[in-house]
């Protein structure tokens, strides 16, 4: 069984900055690919970044791209999601998902998921 546990999510102005963690517990993958999606209301669930472990692969949704940015630290098996220059559209509730099989994808083929941390930015 994996845990995943998302933190610092929260309430900030358009312009600020959040950094999410998402510690990951029981059996790990060191070296599959852990990534971040959210959701905001009423919309589906959408890529946000993802990244290897060990490959230093990594991927940036077009949307994000230049202002956020995924890293990990494997020895805390903790995957981190800096979020700069945050706009009203970011608000959405962020999830944590780890795959159980090799290769970075962009998809919501992800074996296990965090149970969400909510970012709010307001205007």
């Known amino acids: 069984q994996v845990q995943l546990v998302e933190s610092g999510g929260g309430l900030v102005q358009a312009g600020g900055s959040l950094r999410l963690s998402c510690a990951a517990s029981g059996r790990t993958f060191s070296s599959y690919p852990m990534g971040w999606f959210r959701q905001a209301p009423g919309k589906e669930r959408e890529f946000v970044a993802a990244?290897?472990?060990?490959?230093?692969?990594?991927y940036v949704a077009d949307s994000v791209k230049g202002r956020f940015a995924i890293s990990r630290d494997n020895a805390k098996n903790t995957v981190y999601l800096q979020m700069n220059s945050l706009k009203p559209e970011d608000t959405a509730v962020y999830y944590c998902?780890?795959?159980?099989?090799?290769?970075?994808?962009?998809?919501?083929?992800?074996?296990?998921w965090g149970q969400g941390t909510q970012v709010t930015v307001s205007s």
């Open positions: 998902a780890a795959r159980s099989r090799p290769g970075v994808v962009t998809n919501l083929e992800y074996d296990y």
């Open positions: 990244s290897s472990w060990s490959a230093g692969r990594s």
